[in-house]
T-cell receptor, first 112, second 111 residues
Framework: GQQLNQSPQSMFIQEGEDVSMNCTSSSIFNTWLWYKQDPGEGPVLLIA?????ELTSNGRLTAQFGITRKDSFLNISASIPSDVGIYFCAGQSVSGNTPLVFGKGTRLSVIA | EPEVTQTPSHQVTQMGQEVILRCVPI?????FYWYRQILGQKVEFLVSFYNNEISEKSEIFDDQFSVERPDGSNFTLKIRSTKLEDSAMYFCASRQGGEQYFGPGTRLTVT
């Protein structure tokens, strides 16, 4: 099946630093979504991307849909302690009801 | 803000027992999903549901699993005879446009 390679697996950063994580795939996706998951909770949608090259921001978060449609990155600027959690990328390969394929997640730790 | 809700939040059951996990999707959404997440691992697709029937299912969704939309609001996942390896978080999701919204999950523990 389709696989998403998400990196890095984990990050330890100082509060105030910027963060970047990315996902790559060997196949094309039509939609990229970025989620954040806190311990014991469900994934919360952060940003949705629908078009190759699209750059979308949500507060301090910025995500881009790669031109090749095989990758996406998420940047977090000026990190704060509440940014701690696991960030997942998810891709959908065709329009309609196809399921999401998830990356393995990036665990972010912020040191105050 | 409308959200997906799930009950129970935690279910403990003995191996071989049947469990039903319940979800109330966001009210104007038409596409529904179940995913599971084994502790420490990524989220995996189980099944999608549209227009009162299964649209797609993964290899994980074998004959022990079934889904139902018994009324206009609930969406359920049934596991007929639970196994130890069914222990996981189970997430329901519903979709509007391209955006899937997840519920808080049910933690299923099979002993």
């Amino acid at each position: 099946g389709q696989q998403l390679n998400q990196s890095p697996q984990s990050m330890f950063i100082q509060e105030g630093e910027d963060v970047s994580m990315n996902c790559t795939s060997s196949s094309i996706f039509n939609t990229w979504l970025w989620y954040k998951q806190d311990p014991g909770e469900g994934p919360v949608l952060l940003i949705a991307l629908y078009k190759a090259g699209e750059l979308t921001s949500n507060g301090r978060l910025t995500a881009q849909f790669g031109i090749t449609r095989k990758d996406s990155f998420l940047n977090i600027s000026a990190s704060i302690p509440s940014d701690v959690g696991i960030y997942f990328c998810a891709g959908q390969s065709v329009s309609g009801n196809t399921p999401l394929v998830f990356g393995k997640g990036t665990r972010l730790s912020v040191i105050a | 803000e409308p959200e997906v809700t799930q009950t129970p939040s935690h279910q403990v059951t003995q191996m071989g027992q049947e469990v039903i996990l319940r979800c109330v999707p966001i009210s104007n959404h038409l596409y529904f999903y179940w995913y599971r997440q084994i502790l420490g691992q990524k989220v995996e697709f189980l099944v999608s549901f549209y227009n009162n029937e299964i649209s797609e299912k993964s290899e994980i969704f074998d004959d022990q699993f079934s889904v139902e939309r018994p009324d206009g609001s609930n969406f359920t996942l049934k596991i007929r005879s639970t196994k130890l390896e069914d222990s996981a978080m189970y997430f329901c999701a519903s979709r509007q446009g391209g955006e899937q919204y997840f519920g808080p999950g049910t933690r299923l523990t099979v002993t």
